[in-house]
């Protein structure tokens, strides 16, 4: 019987780096299951808001329970309201426990996985096969982010977004409960001057790279 090939990467970067897109073409190209971290703290902040923004700890638990990858997938959870709500309740010690019970189990469940967040090669995955750190100017950043929301058709400007990143850095960077840290061993991914075919050689390039050492051993 064949041996199950097991491999494991850990996704770590601020808003508008890359590493929500990075992490879904290494996904679709290794066939790895993918999980956005990231979600599971807007899904919570959906159940929330349409609870008329009342939660306890009983609240989250129930949630935290109800989760599945299609819940995570079927929902818009990008809303502004569920932006700013996700943001303040993943400094909660307690949801963030209850989100990396499920994280653990995800990562159980499947032999090839990728989790992108801020604390996963820190906090989830801290023996990860590889662990990558996505980093950008806060200038291309908000470019990035002002022309989705423009998708969106709406009505922010360039300053508005830049500052909303920053302010969104510096808490996610001094944050008490599992703050951004580049965790020794990561491979940095900086994105700035990269183009969307640029990064997805260089990320290619990279697992291929890993995965081969884990398979055959270092030549």
Do not use: W
């Not at 977004?161 to 900086?190: M, W």
């Amino acid at each position: 019987m064949k041996r199950k090939f097991n491999f494991s990467i850990a996704v770590d970067g601020s808003s508008a780096s890359g590493k929500s897109t990075g992490s879904s073409y290494i996904a679709r190209t290794f066939n790895f299951n993918l999980l956005s971290s990231g979600k599971l703290y807007r899904y919570l902040a959906f159940k929330i808001i349409n609870n008329k923004y009342k939660y306890n700890n009983k609240f989250i638990k129930k949630i935290s329970k109800s989760i599945t990858i299609k819940k995570l997938n079927k929902i818009e959870l990008y809303q502004p309201d569920v932006t700013k709500l996700a943001s303040s309740i993943a400094q909660k010690k307690y949801v963030r426990n209850y989100l990396k019970k499920f994280q653990i189990d995800f990562i159980k469940h499947n032999n090839k996985v990728i989790i992108e967040g801020r604390d996963i090669a820190s906090k989830i995955m801290p023996n990860a096969d590889l662990k990558i750190f996505f980093k950008c100017s806060l200038n291309e950043k908000a470019k990035r982010r002002l022309k989705e929301f423009k998708k969106l058709n709406s009505s922010i400007n360039l300053k508005e977004v830049k500052k909303a990143l920053k302010l969104r850095d510096f808490h996610d960077k001094n944050r008490k409960e599992s703050p951004l840290l580049f965790t020794k061993g990561a491979v940095l991914v900086d994105t700035t001057k990269l183009n969307l075919t640029q990064m997805r050689v260089k990320l290619k390039n990279l697992v291929k790279k890993e995965i081969n050492k884990k398979k055959y051993g270092s030549l």
